[in-house]
């Protein structure tokens, strides 16, 4: 991962905007921002502490250079896609949508913080759900609870028991799940060789923009 | 004497005949307003009633109508007798609409509508009818100064409306600021590219028409005469001096860019690669579309564009005010790099990009094509190996330590009017201790080289700009039928500029017209009346030649004032200053308002029935007066209202006239003045306050209270408070008791 950080960084020198441009999601959005700052004062967690940099501000340090700040940054991760600043700026950009751009590079870079919640339960559920096209609720919810140590799993587990038997009763959960059972695709090798492709279309799109680059 | 004939013609339709005694009002008229003639009509504005008054025009040889209806302001195309003096008693907007419709209110209602009739009937017979200006011009040649876009347009648009132009620029050639422009900001959609501008189009249209006389190296020696009748000489640099006959002019004598050199702080003078915006365009005409090269030779690789240098400056020490083109200008010169390689990296530090029009969508373009807008205020340009360093401090990180290395840095310097000379600072005292010009500094020329004794340009406003009436009537100077357009005016961009000059050149044309016809420019336009003076009774104050607000009146050699009727806008700010009363219009005099205020019965002491006067400024209160009537803002009925053309005319005796016949108060209602003046005459409303402040010692003689004047200010708009705070006057009145004049 870091040798693909070290190619970017060597490939596009100086100029990160232009990278975001070519590399992230969306991020060919990030120069026509105007900076009037309505995506940050609308977004419902600035007021947590953890938002380090709003929109706005990651928006500026792309275009100011700041490569390390804004791709190792836990702000875009803090985005509960609640899809306030994407309705409301002015300038038609989609924010949710590039946080999730950027988010998502910094993590192929390996530059995303590590155990970084969001980043965690993403990455969970996608490995959980490809397998079998849907996702092994007992096994997602399992994986979410021991991530800090198997004894807060177990009092966790403890802690939310009436509501999984409450889930179980009304036949909401299947407990076999736990055993690799339970609801799939009808077609799991269409899905994974759905996702081989969609993969090998993004790697190609990718190549292409390096290579007009 | 006996060939006047006085007529009343009472209508009573609109509610008036239910609400009023019409009987009674005919009486009055006949009696007390000594009307030969009085007539009712239940419908006096429909066709049948214009008619039983022209008849009696006619045939009964009526000179002089009181038409006693509604405001003066309704029904103005009915009423119109143009041989026949008319005065207005105002039933409707005036009375009926603005009292209760009740039993208790009836009999103070009453006393108002026969007020209204007896002020229409005294006033009617104060009047004469105005016969017009006879000392008109005729010509209707256009002079338009200065050949940039804005002069240019306005010689076309004339010539295209079908009047000669004179074209006078003091360069070799016409085109201005344009003509040094590569390309100029988008006019039409999509507004992605700079575009073509134009100027060689205007250049070949002004060479074809036959209308337009142009004249190069040239400047204005000497404007004298009066709208209409201007004779101005063009002193042409090696050449003889010509003399124009001009009917009105427009002055589009532009901008000069303010002056880099006093930003050294930003790397101007001391590197070569740091210039101004104009210093761009002639980069960017001598690259013509290719790559852009700097002064040494250089292909410009980055490029910082420095907006708000030495402009938006709270210090003082530089332009205050924002020149409003500069961000759309720093975006096309950005797209003029980015065009030609889009690998130049262009930036644009800016504090508020300001892009009026359809600039938005150019800004967009420009980061479009990849332009980087950031937010901040750069506080140092200094020269760093090849190219110059930038240090600025980010507003959106908050880093005071921000630089960008750049190649070239181009500075958006502002617009600094060509306004001539500042005249308020010609007759304005020396100041202890101010500071004598700088030396080396230059003095401001004269544009226009008016010959008028209130100096030789036309009057400034802030910052140097020439001063126009910013809300209403934007093209207006105070110097009628001439017009300031284009930059000279405010700061502005090309398309608003050719705006200006489209609206400058038509106002032009219409002061042109009304000069040759006698009549007043706006915004009394179309007025006949004009100012005259008794001059037996003048002491040669000099108070009316130094209050006109429009430098229409001069002095002979004993110092008597001579009228330039066309120059006047008939605000009767003259007529207000005048301490011996001899100015007067033929149907606005001291004698007509004088003879309202005395018409009014004012009832004794005991009756408890106070009586206030309004004087109302014609163009602001008078309406929101009429307008609080027609939404039906009721208020007391111990008030009569006369119209005045403006607070300037108001002249104090008719306030002293008022108190020392027993009337408890008086209102007066005038525009704004000050810095965001209102005022339809510019001066008027602040020279009849500053004359109304002396009223107060003429109150403390009479030993009467000082609130027995109160001095309001009035905007359009106050129709909703207006009727309170008449109210709130007359309770005020109220308490303080009746006026002890009454009954003397």
């Known amino acids: 991962m870091s040798e693909l950080n070290q190619q970017m960084a060597a490939r596009y020198k100086n100029n990160f905007l232009k990278e975001i441009e070519e590399q992230a999601e969306m991020g060919e959005w990030v120069k026509m921002c105007m900076q009037c700052g309505v995506c940050s004062g609308s977004c419902p967690t600035h007021f947590h502490p953890g938002w380090e940099h709003p929109p706005q501000e990651i928006f500026m340090m792309i275009r100011a250079g700041k490569r390390e700040e804004v791709l190792t940054s836990p702000s875009m991760w803090m985005c509960t896609s609640c899809y306030n600043c994407y309705v409301r700026c002015p300038r038609k950009l989609p924010i949710t949508h590039i946080m999730h751009g950027i988010a998502e590079y910094a993590y192929r870079l390996g530059l995303a913080p590590k155990m970084q919640p969001t980043l965690h339960l993403s990455q969970t559920f996608w490995n959980n759900c490809i397998k079998t096209g849907r996702v092994n609720e007992v096994r997602l919810t399992q994986s979410l609870y021991f991530k800090d140590g198997f004894m807060a799993g177990i009092k966790k587990g403890l802690e939310m028991k009436d509501v999984a038997l409450g889930l179980i009763k009304a036949k909401r959960l299947n407990i076999l799940e736990a055993l690799g059972f339970g609801h799939k695709c009808k077609d799991v090798q269409g899905i994974h060789r759905m996702l081989a492709k969609a993969r090998e279309l993004e790697a190609k799109r990718k190549g292409a923009k390096a290579q007009a680059a | ?744």
């Open chain 2, 1 to 744: 004497m006996s060939d006047k004939k006085h007529a009343a013609y009472i209508c009573a339709g609109c509610g008036l005949g239910e609400r009023l005694d019409i009987a009674a009002l005919e009486a009055v008229a006949k009696k007390e307003g000594k009307m030969q003639i009085v007539r009712t009509h239940p419908f006096l504005c429909s066709e049948e009633g214009v008619a039983m008054i022209r008849a009696d025009i006619e045939s009964e040889g009526v000179t002089h109508a009181a038409i006693c209806a509604c405001s003066r302001r309704a029904k103005t195309e009915a009423f119109n007798f143009p041989t026949t003096a008319i005065a207005r008693g105002n039933l409707r907007e005036g009375v009926i609409w603005v009292r209760p419709d009740t039993e208790e209110a009836r009999e103070t209602t009453q006393e108002m509508a026969e007020d209204y009739v007896r002020m229409a009937c005294a006033e009617v017979k104060a009047m004469t009818q105005p016969a017009g200006n006879p000392n008109t011009g005729m010509n209707k040649t256009l002079l338009v100064v200065g050949g940039g876009i804005s002069g240019m347009t306005a010689a076309l648009e004339a010539s295209k409306a079908g009047y000669k132009v004179v074209l006078v620029e003091k360069t070799g050639s016409l085109g201005g600021w344009a003509a040094r422009l590569h390309r100029r900001v988008p006019t039409r959609e999509p507004f992605k590219s700079p575009e073509d501008t134009g100027v060689a189009d205007m250049l070949a249209a002004i060479e074809a028409d036959p209308n337009i006389k142009v004249y190069l190296n040239a400047t204005i020696a000497k404007t004298s005469g009066a709208p209409g009748r201007f004779k101005v000489d063009i002193a042409v640099e090696s050449g003889p001096t010509v003399t124009e006959d001009i009917g009105a002019i427009v002055q589009a004598t532009g901008f000069t860019l303010y002056d880099a050199g006093k930003l050294p702080h930003l790397g101007y003078g001391k590197s070569p690669h740091v210039v101004d915006q104009a210093g761009l365009e002639a980069l960017a005409r001598a690259a013509n579309g290719g790559p852009i090269k700097r002064a040494d030779g250089k292909e410009v690789k980055s490029v910082v564009f420095v907006q708000c240098a030495g402009q938006r400056d709270a210090s003082g020490e530089h332009l205050p005010y924002c020149s409003g083109h500069c961000c759309n200008t720093s975006i096309k010169q950005a797209i003029y790099f980015k065009d030609a390689n889009p690998d130049v990296d262009a930036v644009v530090l800016y504090t508020d990009l300001r892009t009026p029009g359809n600039g938005e969508d150019f800004y967009r373009a420009a980061q479009n094509r990849g332009v980087i807008f950031s937010k901040g205020v750069v506080s140092e340009v200094v020269p760093a190996g090849d190219g110059l360093s930038v240090k600025f401090h980010d507003l959106i990180l908050d880093d005071r330590n921000a630089q960008i290395e750049a190649d070239l840095v181009v500075l958006a310097t502002g617009m600094v009017p060509n306004s001539g000379v500042n005249i308020d600072s010609l007759t304005a005292p020396q100041v202890e201790g101010q500071e004598a010009p700088a030396e080396g500094e230059v003095k401001p020329v004269s544009i226009l080289n008016l010959t008028y004794r209130q100096g030789p340009d036309i009057p400034q406003f802030k910052w140097g700009f020439t001063d126009s009436h910013f809300i209403c009537f934007p093209y207006e100077t105070r110097r009628t039928a001439i017009y300031a357009a284009g930059p000279v005016r405010r700061p502005m961009d090309i398309a608003q500029a050719i705006e200006d000059a489209t609206g400058a050149a038509m106002k032009a044309i219409q002061a042109m017209e009304n000069a040759g016809l006698g009549r007043a420019a706006h915004p009394r336009s179309g007025d006949l009346s004009f100012p005259t003076a008794r001059l037996e009774g003048c002491t040669q104050c000099k108070r009316c030649t130094v209050e006109c607000p429009f430098g229409a009146i001069d002095e002979d050699e004993k110092r008597y004032p001579v009228f330039n009727e066309s120059r006047c806008r008939r605000c009767g700010t003259c007529m207000g200053a005048c301490p011996v009363r001899v100015i007067s219009f033929e149907n606005y005099s001291v004698n007509t308002v004088g003879a309202q205020i005395k018409a009014v019965n004012i009832p004794d002491e005991f009756e408890n029935k106070p009586r206030i006067l309004i004087l109302a400024c014609e163009n602001d209160a008078y309406p929101a007066l009429d307008m609080a009537a027609l939404n039906r803002n009721c208020y007391s009925a111990y008030v009569r209202a006369i119209p005045v053309r403006c607070l300037g005319s108001v002249n104090t005796i008719w306030i002293t006239d008022a108190l020392n016949s027993g009337y408890d108060g008086v209102m007066l209602m005038g525009c704004k003045h000050g810095e965001d003046y209102q005022c339809h005459f510019v001066k008027g409303s602040e020279l009849g306050r500053y004359r109304m402040s002396k009223v107060y010692d003429t109150l403390k003689g009479m030993n009467l209270e000082p609130e027995r004047v109160l001095d309001l200010e009035v905007a359009i708009t106050d129709l909703h408070t207006l009727p309170r705070k008449i109210d709130d006057y007359v309770a005020k009145i109220q308490q303080i008791g009746p006026s002890p004049f009454k009954g003397f």
